[in-house]
Nanobody, 118 residues
């Protein structure tokens, strides 16, 4: 059974930092592209960024320069380091995994809440 479990969310003040983790089980994570998405209340889910099996990263404009995605295949974990957080970063953050040759993300975590507020 494949599971993706996010953790690390919470309440942080504007300008602060958080590191989210996405731990995978049931798949060989090293061959998967993993993405981070977020969904704010009343808004559509949006892509934050992604990391390929080879370590290449992509970031949405809203994340560039502030967020960093990394992976530790030994620990079967992908991280989202978020710095200089803003109130508009408040959302539920999800990780998702896409297998080689697949067009869509087949596996999703349950999400972790990030709230940026003073």
């Amino acid at each position: 059974q494949v599971q993706l479990v996010e953790s690390g969310g919470g309440l942080v003040q504007p300008g602060g930092s958080l590191r989210l983790s996405c731990v995978a089980s049931g798949i060989i994570l090293s061959i998967y592209t993993v993405a981070w998405y977020r969904q704010a209340p009343g808004k559509q889910r949006e892509l934050v960024g992604s990391i390929t099996s080879g370590g290449n990263t992509y970031y949405a404009d809203s994340a560039k320069g502030r967020f960093t995605i990394s992976r530790d295949n030994v620990k079967k974990t992908v991280y989202l380091q978020m710095n200089s957080l803003k109130s508009e970063d408040t959302a539920v953050y999800y990780c998702a995994a896409r297998g080689p040759g697949s067009s869509g993300y087949a596996y999703w975590g349950q999400g972790t809440q990030v709230t940026v507020s003073s």
